[in-house]
Nanobody
């Protein structure tokens, strides 16, 4: 089992920045991919960004150029630097890890006011 704990959400004005962090605990060996997903009210959960290798990253088109994902393999953490935030980025953000199965954090709320 892999446990994931997110931190860093909050309320920010449009154009502002936030940094989300996620720490993995439990059986961490063999995690092949970590990333962030989000779910806005009334919408399905969607991919934001994932990282499989230090340079193997994947971003949703809507966040390219604004968000940056990074992973610290020594500390088993994954972070998401979010710049130029827009009201459309408002959602609950979930940390995800893939290790033979999918594991999810509890989620952290990000609210961007206009």
């Amino acid at each position: 089992q892999v446990q994931l704990a997110e931190s860093g959400g909050g309320l920010v004005q449009s154009g502002g920045s936030l940094r989300l962090s996620c720490v993995a605990s439990g059986i961490r060996f063999g995690i092949t991919r970590m990333g962030w997903y989000r779910q806005a009210p009334g919408k399905e959960r969607e991919l934001v960004a994932t990282v499989s290798r230090p340079t193997d990253t994947n971003y949703a088109d809507s966040v390219k150029g604004r968000f940056t994902i990074s992973r610290d393999y020594a500390k088993d953490t994954v972070s998401l630097q979010m710049n130029s935030l827009e009201p459309e980025d408002t959602a609950v953000y979930y940390c995800h890890a893939r290790r033979n199965a999918d594991f999810w954090g509890q989620g952290t709320q990000v609210t961007v006011s206009s």
